[in-house]
């Protein structure tokens, strides 16, 4: 088991930063994937960014490349998304997960094993 517990989020308003953490604890060992997903009301849930935990090869959605960065800490078991230049769309609750597969697809939600608990994120304009 690997519990997610994600910190940061909030009100900010258009053009302003959030910056996100996700801190891992338990079996720490087994994450292979660190993601990052986003859910509007009445959408699905969207990937935003994810990142490899051993060789940091990172992936960005296109909507949010060139505004958000993802990187992580080994050692502090703890993986942070920085998010600038924020927009009105971007608004939406933003979950942290963990995917302990080799196999995971970083951008299928589906693909992931352990989930933080959300937070909000409402960028206003």
């Known amino acids: 088991q690997v519990q997610l517990v994600e910190s940061g989020g909030g009100l900010v308003q258009a053009g302003g930063s959030l910056r996100f953490s996700c801190a891992a604890s338990?079996?720490?060992?087994?994450?292979?994937?660190m993601g990052w997903f986003r859910q509007a009301p009445g959408k699905e849930r969207e990937f935003v960014a994810a990142i490899r935990w051993i060789s940091g090869n990172l992936y960005l959605s296109d909507s949010v490349k060139g505004r958000f960065a993802i990187s992580r800490d080994n050692h502090k078991n703890t993986g942070y998304l920085q998010m600038n230049s924020l927009k009105t769309e971007d608004t939406g609750v933003y979950y942290c997960?963990?995917?302990?597969?080799?196999?995971?697809?970083?951008?299928?939600?589906?693909?992931?094993?352990?989930w933080g608990q959300g937070t909000q994120v409402t960028v206003s304009s």
């Open positions: 997960a963990i995917g302990i597969s080799q196999g995971t697809a970083y951008s299928d939600h589906r693909e992931y094993d352990y």
């Open positions: 338990g079996r720490t060992f087994s994450i292979y994937t």
